[in-house]
């Protein structure tokens, strides 16, 4: 675009040249003055080509708006990709999360109870549970029987025997065989110095015997002397 405006000011600057040239006096021979169609043909061709830069400036302009326009939506696509694979890892989370509670209803349901066991169940535990409205009274005279009663727990026996039931079982409280009486020490008989032997000394305390100490408490304990 450059190259299109330069050439129709250099061709008039020429020429404009040219005609300065004729008309200033000179020793020599002056050259003649270029034609005047030369100058309107330049001026067409400066015209040209300045409607033709108003052009290209007015197409750039609108070339600078779309690339506006493109930059601009250019930021939205990227918010929208951001907010896409935001709202994708919230949905992977969602189904990873729906997988583990499928997989927790499919445990649930291999690992569920029967309707007989429950209700089993139910029954062994009945006996430490109130009775329904419509069950009779098993105090009164003339009733059956209860049945026997295994509890799912160890009851106070089993516990007591310990060691995982495998003892016999327990009597009634308290010391059920005979304990002997623990064995009286005797006292060593003191001999009399004649019968110690010779060179004995009779003066030995090992020798002597040990009188009986009298153990009396002198301390009185009674708080309430006036009682």
Same mark, same amino acid.
């Given at each position: 675009m450059s190259s299109i405006?330069? %050439?129709?000011l250099n061709d008039l600057q020429s020429l404009s040249h040219t005609l300065f040239s004729s008309l200033s006096p000179s020793q020599t021979k002056p050259p003649p003055p270029p034609p005047l169609s030369s100058f309107t043909a330049c001026d067409q061709a400066l015209s040209d080509a300045v409607n033709l830069a108003y052009k290209h400036q007015a197409r750039q302009r609108k070339i600078d708006e779309l690339e506006?326009? *493109?930059?601009?939506?250019?930021?939205?696509?990227?918010? /929208?990709?951001?907010? #896409? @694979?935001?709202g994708k890892r919230e949905l992977e989370e /969602? *189904? %990873? @999360?729906? @997988? @583990?509670? *499928?997989? %927790?209803i499919e445990q649930a349901r291999k690992a569920s109870i029967l309707y007989p066991e429950l209700?089993?169940? %139910?029954?062994?535990?009945s006996a430490f549970t109130s009775a329904p409205p419509n069950m009779p009274d098993m105090? #009164? &005279?003339?009733? &059956?029987? !209860? =049945?026997?009663?295994? !509890?799912?727990f160890p009851n106070e026996e089993k516990m007591r025997?310990?060691?995982?039931?495998?003892?016999?079982?327990?009597?009634? #409280?308290g010391e059920t065989h005979s304990v002997g009486r623990p064995p009286t020490v005797s006292p060593k008989v003191q001999l009399p110095p004649a019968q110690l032997g010779p060179g004995a000394n =009779?003066?030995?305390?090992? #020798?002597?015997a040990s009188e009986p100490q009298s153990q009396f408490f002198d301390l009185d304990l009674d708080l309430n002397p006036d009682l």
């Amino acid at each position: 675009m450059s190259s299109i405006l330069l %050439a129709p000011l250099n061709d008039l600057q020429s020429l404009s040249h040219t005609l300065f040239s004729s008309l200033s006096p000179s020793q020599t021979k002056p050259p003649p003055p270029p034609p005047l169609s030369s100058f309107t043909a330049c001026d067409q061709a400066l015209s040209d080509a300045v409607n033709l830069a108003y052009k290209h400036q007015a197409r750039q302009r609108k070339i600078d708006e779309l690339e506006n326009e *493109i930059l601009r939506l250019e930021v939205q696509w990227r918010e /929208m990709c951001e907010e #896409l @694979e935001t709202g994708k890892r919230e949905l992977e989370e /969602m *189904i %990873a @999360e729906g @997988e @583990e509670r *499928i997989k %927790a209803i499919e445990q649930a349901r291999k690992a569920s109870i029967l309707y007989p066991e429950l209700l089993a169940y %139910a029954q062994s535990l009945s006996a430490f549970t109130s009775a329904p409205p419509n069950m009779p009274d098993m105090n #009164l &005279p003339g009733q &059956p029987p !209860p =049945p026997l009663f295994f !509890p799912p727990f160890p009851n106070e026996e089993k516990m007591r025997r310990g060691r995982l039931n495998a003892e016999a079982p327990l009597g009634p #409280l308290g010391e059920t065989h005979s304990v002997g009486r623990p064995p009286t020490v005797s006292p060593k008989v003191q001999l009399p110095p004649a019968q110690l032997g010779p060179g004995a000394n =009779p003066y030995r305390h090992d #020798l002597r015997a040990s009188e009986p100490q009298s153990q009396f408490f002198d301390l009185d304990l009674d708080l309430n002397p006036d009682l």
